[in-house]
C-alpha cells in the first residue's frame, strides 16, 4: 500500500526504491569496468617480433625528445618497464602464449632553474606541434604539492607512444616519459632488450 504525500503524490514503497538503486549502481559497475578493460582485451595481438619493435619505437621515440632538449638521452635514462597494474590487472582473459605488457621509458633531465624547465616545456610543445602531433597542456601541480608551478606537456606520438614532460607525481622531479601503451601480444618478455 501506497500513502501520498502532502503534495498528493503517491511514496514509492521502499523495496522498490531500493531495487532502482540497485540496479543503477550495478549498471555503473557494469560500464565502468566495460571502459577500464576496453583498451586492452579487444583489437589485435602483436607477434612477438612486431611487439620487440614497438618497444624499440617507443625507446626512440622519448630519446628523440631528450635530444630536442640538448641532452644526451643514454645520461639521463632513469628506467625501462614493462609492466603497469591497470594494464595487467584488467579483468578479462588473454587465450594461452597472449600477454599484457606495457612499455615505458624514462628520463630524468636537470634543469639550473624552473624558467630554464617552462623553455624546455615550450621546446617540446613547439617541436610536437610542428610534427602535427596532438599536444595538451599539463597543469602544474597546486602550492604545497611535489612539482608545484612546474606544467607540463604531452603529445600523442606516432606508432602509438605518448610522450610528456611534467614533474613526477612521487618526487616532483622533471620527468621525461615514452609511454608505449597497453598492449596485448604473444610470448612473455621478462625484460627489457
Given at each position: ?174 620527468t621525461l616519459t615514452a609511454d608505449g601503451g597497453c598492449v596485448r601480444h604473444r610470448g612473455y618478455l621478462i625484460s627489457w632488450e
Open positions: 500500500m501506497t500513502t501520498a504525500t502532502p503534495t498528493g503524490r503517491p511514496l514509492t514503497p521502499a523495496p522498490l526504491h531500493r531495487h532502482r538503486a540497485r540496479a543503477l549502481i550495478a549498471s555503473g559497475v557494469a560500464l565502468l569496468l566495460g571502459a577500464l578493460t576496453q583498451g586492452c582485451t579487444s583489437g589485435r595481438v602483436m607477434a612477438e617480433s612486431e611487439f620487440r619493435e614497438h618497444m624499440r619505437l617507443t625507446e626512440e621515440a622519448g630519446e628523440e625528445a631528450v635530444r630536442r632538449l640538448g641532452m644526451d638521452p643514454s645520461s639521463i635514462v632513469d628506467g625501462h618497464e614493462m609492466a603497469n597494474a591497470s594494464c595487467k590487472d584488467e579483468f578479462g582473459s588473454d587465450g594461452d602464449g597472449v600477454t599484457r605488457d606495457q612499455p615505458r621509458v624514462t628520463w630524468a633531465p636537470r634543469f639550473e632553474s624552473g624558467a630554464a624547465y617552462r623553455a624546455a616545456v615550450a621546446t617540446l610543445r613547439a617541436a610536437w606541434s610542428a610534427q602535427g602531433l596532438t599536444v595538451e597542456d599539463i597543469p602544474a601541480p597546486s602550492k604545497g604539492e611535489r612539482g608545484a608551478g612546474l606544467p607540463g606537456v604531452r603529445a600523442e606520438g606516432e606508432h602509438d607512444v605518448d610522450l610528456s614532460l611534467k614533474p613526477d607525481r612521487y618526487s616532483g622531479e622533471p
